[in-house]
């Protein structure tokens, strides 16, 4: 800067001379001493002129400022002429060095070199470092100052070009906690030579806490944004998107820096757009707090994806909406699903009214059959039988031995059949009959039914054991009939024992329980046990043991129709043991 009309440059008069003869004032504008700004020189007061070259140039630093205005010393002289410094001088020279000393942490000095040749007290208060261990040494030799390469790079390229410079650096304290401190300094310079810098230092360890923290906050913000694996958006009161985050572009092919800006319906598929523009206007409007819909996106490509939408309003800090806020989530997989889930359900149900219209069919042609067996069999088998019995009774003289067997076995034949009649028709019946699920108690049932078989057949000797409330939920005529065909075969085929043993109990099986119904009869070779269940099939001769081969098929068909199971267990001679679920 100028001081009057000469050019040289106002730091080559050195501070503690006194000008004779010239009062001078200096202002320093609040405009430029922002607080943080370097050190400025400015010559602002107005007076007599002195033709001199050298004008006395007051270093100032914006934190000194108090109200705007700092009249810092009066300069009296004569050109071309020195003067000793007198007591008044001094004393503003250390008071100023007093506020500079108030106004930052420490204030510092460096030589052309950039080695420190002054540092004030301020330094040992904030890092506990003795200050005379940097003097002769540059800010990069220090143990103390701790920056990074990057920083010490551009704050040496700074140095080089004699600019402003800022360096923010870190140092430890004894109880191992990390404090943050930044030097700002300007160049000086004398008789247009440099000569060093001046600056101060301060403490910013609360900005770059704050600072890390900022970023810190914002990059956790960044993952678990980027981590979710919906669409997160939002959009302005027009309805633009303003903001998406990397799932958009993983979901549509779209790139965000074209997708932010344009609507978002316009990413919709045309037939969905006037229903979410709807619910769009009504977040805005504040009519609903919140929606959510199933609609379809049209990717880059062109492909169509099922998309669940959630929003809801943006507030503002007036009050006023300011957009909307929400997820899009890929429910395109589900969707398909669904329709499959959907079509299979329609087969099904299709395949069920088919299976039943066969079934009724079926069910009808069994009635038909039944009604036939019951009516037109029955008709010849009782005239056969009718005949037989009227030639016996007609020739009961004239017949000989041969002719009455005949005649006898016909009719046993006659009512063998009749008996078969029977049981086909009940098998037909329980077949058709409906299931009416009730609480029985097989043990009352089974006692029932022993105590009818030993009336039938006093003179029997067996002996019968029955396990006490073994209760199900099961149709009560039906596992009767189930339960009576069990216990009789039991008895049957324990007819030949003298210690003739039955036992109906019940045990555990992992979490089912199975009932069972033992003898200790004739037992049968389990070869043939796969045709055990089948109608009219006997694996013992009539002539011994008399039945018409129905009852375990009817047992089977019962146990089915409540959703159990039967297995049978023997060995001939040694009884046999059938297990069964309910």
Not at 20 to 26: D, I, P, S
Request: aromatic share 8%; net charge neutral; with cysteine.
């Amino acid at each position: 800067m100028k001081g009057g009309s000469n050019s040289r440059s106002p730091h080559s008069t050195d501070a503690h001379a006194l000008m004779k003869e010239q009062t001078w004032f200096w202002h320093i504008p609040d405009s430029l001493t922002a607080n943080g700004s370097p050190p400025v020189w400015r010559r602002i007061g107005r007076g007599r002129r002195v033709n001199s070259p050298d004008w006395l140039s007051i270093l100032a630093f914006p934190s000194l400022v108090v109200a705007g205005m700092l009249t810092l010393g009066l300069l009296r002289g004569k050109a071309g002429k020195r003067a000793r410094p007198d007591r008044k001088l001094l004393e503003e020279r250390n008071r100023l060095r007093d506020l500079l000393e108030l106004a930052s942490d420490w204030r510092w000095e460096t030589d052309e070199a950039h080695c420190y040749t002054d540092i004030s007290a301020g330094f040992q208060k904030q890092t506990g470092e003795d200050p005379q261990r940097l003097i002769g040494r540059t800010p990069w030799e220090s143990p103390t100052i701790l920056a990074t390469e990057q920083d010490w790079t551009e704050y040496r390229r700074r140095l080089g070009q004699h600019e402003r410079t800022s360096l923010v650096f870190s140092h430890k304290t004894e109880d191992n906690r990390t404090h943050y401190f930044e030097l700002v300094g300007s160049p000086v310079f004398k008789t247009g030579v440099f000569v060093g810098y001046h600056g101060i230092g301060r403490s910013v360890t609360s900005r770059v806490s704050a600072e890390r923290a900022l970023n810190e906050s914002e990059q956790r913000y960044h993952d678990v944004v980027e981590s979710v694996i919906e669409v997160i958006f939002q959009t302005d009161p027009d309805g633009r998107l303003s903001f998406l985050n990397g799932v958009w572009h993983r979901l549509t092919g779209h790139t965000i820096e074209r997708s932010l800006g344009r609507p978002f319906i316009d990413f919709l598929h045309p037939d969905d757009c006037p229903g979410v523009r709807h619910m769009l206007a009504q977040i805005m409007s504040g009519e609903i707090s919140e929606c959510t819909c199933q609609t379809r996106l049209r990717t880059r490509k062109g492909e169509i994806r099922w998309i669940e939408a959630s929003g809801r309003p943006l507030i503002g800090s007036n009050g006023e909406i300011r957009g909307i806020a929400g997820t899009l989530d890929d429910i395109s997989s589900r969707k398909v699903a669904e329709l499959t889930l959907k079509n299979v359900n329609q087969e099904l149900e299709s395949r069920v009214r088919l299976r039943t219209a066969e079934m009724e069919a079926a069910n009808r042609g069994l009635e038909a059959f039944s009604y036939s067996v019951s009516h037109d069999l029955r008709a010849p088998l009782r005239a056969i039988d009718g005949f037989a019995r009227i030639l016996e009774e007609d020739l009961s003289g004239q017949l000989t031995p041969a002719t009455t067997d005949y005649i006898e076995r016909i009719r046993r034949a006659t009512h063998r059949m009749a008996h078969l009649i029977d049981a086909l028709i009940e098998l037909a019946r329980l077949t058709r009959q409906s299931v009416h699920k009730e609480a029985v108690n097989l043990s009352e049932l089974a006692l029932q039914i022993i105590d009818e078989i030993r009336s039938e057949e006093p003179e029997r000797k067996v002996e019968f054991e029955v396990t006490r409330e073994m209760t199900v939920s099961a149709d009560r005529v039906l596992v009767r009939v189930m339960l009576e065909n069990l216990l009789r075969n039991a008895w049957k085929f324990s007819a030949g024992k003298p210690d003739a043993k039955i036992i109906f109990g019940v045990s555990l099986e992992g979490e089912r329980r199975v009932f069972c119904v033992e003898d200790n009869g004739a037992g049968f070779d389990m070869a043939f046990a796969a045709s055990l269940f089948r109608p009219f099939s006997r694996l013992h001769n009539s002539a011994e043991f008399a039945g018409t081969g129905i009852g375990l098929a009817t047992v089977q068909r019962i146990i089915q129709r409540h959703g159990g199971s039967i297995r049978a267990e023997a060995e001939p001679g040694r009884g046999a043991r059938f297990y069964f679920t309910l």
